[in-house]
């Protein structure tokens, strides 16, 4: 099958380039993608090699919509025709046969690949609108994020950082009636926080941080969710915890070890909490069910919508670190 790709090469280049995909399986479906939506912060992470899930060039991205086009004789639960969300491909190679890692693969025309699987594909909730939908990946992060933690109505709760995930955790604690304070260095996220249900926010470029989630809680944060991924952002969100209170290592710190000030945490007799990935498909389908029953607007949260030619060029912006206003990316592929 042939497919149109976002590739970047180990130059950290980007370029739409033609690429094959195997026909389906027994066990696959074909997909053709409608929409994908971008996570700035682990695709980056792939591309400048922080985090390898194999060598350039890469295909990243793993959250998209589209409709199944094909089907393999053992698949028994999709047919042709049906609305779905997906994580990526299978495997894809350049026209030359120089194999391309799928880091999964979704910034693609087409998916070829296992549905039935934790990461494959499910049916799009009715109502829900495919361009909002194919960012179903961040907001199930947070919500699996504070399924764990378990914040309680009325409870005061910091999020660090409220990038793509960090929305979806503000989301996930407004609609438990917590007390909602977004952290955030740029004005642009920490607005978009406000529509997502935060009750305050700090800019912590210009406010004494510390001091501004003391005011609203005087004892601490019940719950900090840190959600950067910045290691050096671990320690002043620690401090931002009341006595026994919990703590979220929500970002992803990449593959180098981090260090933390022991005694801070030590003393206050945290809990800790470490999720990863997005909660699987309960997570997953309540947000997409979420969306399309209107309470979860993630709408809001997308800042830039682009046709897939346009794609490379914007990649290349964000790696060039000239383009700090995104907030959310949906790549359209259905023109």
Known sequence: MNAQALICDEKQSFSIESVTLKDPAPDQVAIRTFHTGVSIGTEFALIRNRISWGPYPLCTGYMGTGVVEAVGEEIDNFEIGDEVYFRGNDAMS?????????????HCSHIVTRP?????????????????ACMFVMPAVGLHGVDMAN????????????????????????????V????????KRLAVAERMGADFVIN??????????RRIAPEGA????????????????????REN??????????SDPVSIHFLLPHGRQLRTFFPCDDGLQPCRRAVVKNMAMGSLKWEHCISHRIG????????????????????????????
């Open 245 to 254: 209170g919990s703590f979220v290592w929500q970002g992803n710190y990449g």
């Open 151 to 178: 914040p309680r109505t009325g409870e005061a709760v910091v999020v660090h950082g409220v990038g793509l995930i960090g929305l979806g955790v503000v989301a996930s604690c407004a609609h438990r009636g917590c």
């Open 204 to 213: 912590g470029s210009s406010d004494d941080v510390a001091e501004e989630v």
């Open 222 to 241: 019940d719950v900090v969710f840190e959600c950067t991924g910045i290691p050096r952002c671990i320690d002043p969100a620690l401090a931002l915890c």
């Open 116 to 132: 039935n699987t934790t990461h494959g594909v499910d049916h799009l909730v009715a109502g829900a609108a495919m361009d909002v």
């Open 94 to 106: 350049l026209v030359d046969g120089t194999s391309v890692s799928c880091v999964s693969g979704a």
């Open 308 to 335: 897939f030619t346009e794609a490379p060029a914007v990649f290349q912006r964000i790696s060039d670190g000239r383009d700090a206003d995104i907030v959310g990316i949906v790549i359209n592929w259905h023109l």
């Open 180 to 187: 909602v304070i977004a952290v955030d260095i740029n004005d």
